[in-house]
Nanobody, 122 residues
Framework: QVQLVESGGGSVQAGGSLRLSCAASGLIPNRKCIAWFRQAPGKEREGVAVIDTLGGYTLYSASVKGRFTISQDNANTVYLQMNSLKPEDTADYYC????????????????WGQGTQVTVSS
């Protein structure tokens, strides 16, 4: 059974930092790429960052580039370090894997975690 478990969410003030974790387990056909997405109330889920766990390739959305860093400590755990947080970063954050291609298109991903909430106050 495939399972993705996010943790590390919380409430911070603008300018603060949080580190999210995504632990993947189970038989995942293509765990090569693990991505982070977020969904704010009333908005569509958007891609934030993705990492190729074999080659180290990373890709970021324009809205977080330079502030967020995606990394891994092994093929099963991926992190999202979020610095200089802004109120507009407030959202539920999800990790996902087993994509048809390694990018930030949410429709490409098969398995999703339950999400972790991030709230940034001004």
């Amino acid at each position: 059974q495939v399972q993705l478990v996010e943790s590390g969410g919380g409430s911070v003030q603008a300018g603060g930092s949080l580190r999210l974790s995504c632990a993947a387990s189970g038989l995942i056909p293509n765990r090569k790429c693990i991505a982070w997405f977020r969904q704010a109330p009333g908005k569509e889920r958007e891609g934030v960052a993705v990492i190729d766990t074999l080659g180290g390739y990373t890709l970021y959305s324009a809205s977080v580039k330079g502030r967020f860093t995606i990394s891994q400590d092994n093929a099963n755990t991926v992190y999202l370090q979020m610095n200089s947080l802004k109120p507009e970063d407030t959202a539920d954050y999800y990790c996902a894997t087993d994509p048809t291609r390694c990018d930030l298109n949410r429709q490409a991903y098969r398995y999703w975690g339950q999400g972790t909430q991030v709230t940034v106050s001004s």
